[in-house]
């Protein structure tokens, strides 16, 4: 079983940081990717960006490319994901996730565990 928990998320202005931290635990630990979705109040839960394990390639959504950035310390298994010039579209829960076989990262139904989440928001 794994167990993820993410930190570092809070409440911003339009245009700072924030860096949220997933951690992953678990005897059984292991992934072909880990992947950070949000969910908005009322809307479905969207992917943000995601990191193959081994091979640390990347892929982002269109709306947050150049402005999130996806890392992972292999030793710590830990996944990140630095977001620079928040905006309040940005608000949401972010949810951190592992997809343990190769395929389609953007789904969130191809992924097998969850954490429980940390609150995102930015105000204007």
């Known amino acids: 079983q794994v167990q993820l928990v993410e930190s570092g998320g809070g409440s911003v202005q339009a245009g700072d940081s924030l860096r949220l931290s997933c951690a992953a635990s678990?005897?059984?630990?292991?992934?072909?990717?880990m992947g950070w979705f949000r969910q908005a109040p009322g809307k479905e839960r969207k992917f943000v960006a995601a990191?193959?394990?081994?091979?640390?390639?990347?892929a982002y959504d269109a709306s947050v490319k150049g402005r999130f950035t996806i890392s992972r310390d292999y030793a710590r298994n830990t996944v990140y994901l630095q977001m620079n010039s928040l905006q309040p579209e940005d608000t949401a829960v972010y949810y951190c996730a592992v997809r343990p076989f190769p395929g389609d990262v953007v789904r969130p139904t191809n992924y097998t565990s969850w954490g429980q989440g940390t609150q995102v928001t930015v105000s204007s």
């Open positions: 678990g005897r059984s630990f292991s992934a072909y990717a």
């Open positions: 990191i193959t394990w081994r091979g640390g390639n990347t």
